[in-house]
Nanobody, 116 residues
């Protein structure tokens, strides 16, 4: 059982930045971030292979968000820049999936709120 613990959410003004972190109990999986806004379905944000060589991004975040990992810390990051109010959602870390497809392991989620 892979355990994922997110941190780094919060309240930020539009145009600002936040960095989310996800500590994982196991390496080697494809790691991803998904988000769910109120009243909407959970959607793909970004994923990367544990080697870091391959990344995928949703069109809505390309050029603004960057996914990365730190092998030594068993941690995956989502650097979010130029945030928009429509980025407001609960962000979930995920492991074991693929290109835009979630795997079976989820974190508890962290709230990101972007004010106008």
């Amino acid at each position: 059982q892979v355990q994922l613990v997110e941190s780094g959410g919060g309240l930020v003004q539009a145009g600002g930045s936040l960095r989310l972190s996800c500590a994982t109990s196991e390496r080697g999986y494809v790691m991803g971030w998904f988000r769910q806004a109120p009243g909407k379905e959970r959607e793909f944000v970004a994923t990367l292979t544990w080697s870091g060589r391959t990344t995928w991004y949703a069109d809505s975040v390309k050029g603004r968000f960057t996914i990365s990992n730190d092998n030594a810390k068993n941690t995956v990051y989502l650097q979010m820049s130029r945030l928009r109010p429509e980025d407001t959602a609960v962000y979930y870390c995920n492991a074991g999936g693929g290109d835009g497809v979630p795997g079976p392991y989820w974190g508890q989620g962290t709230q990101v709120t972007v004010s106008p």
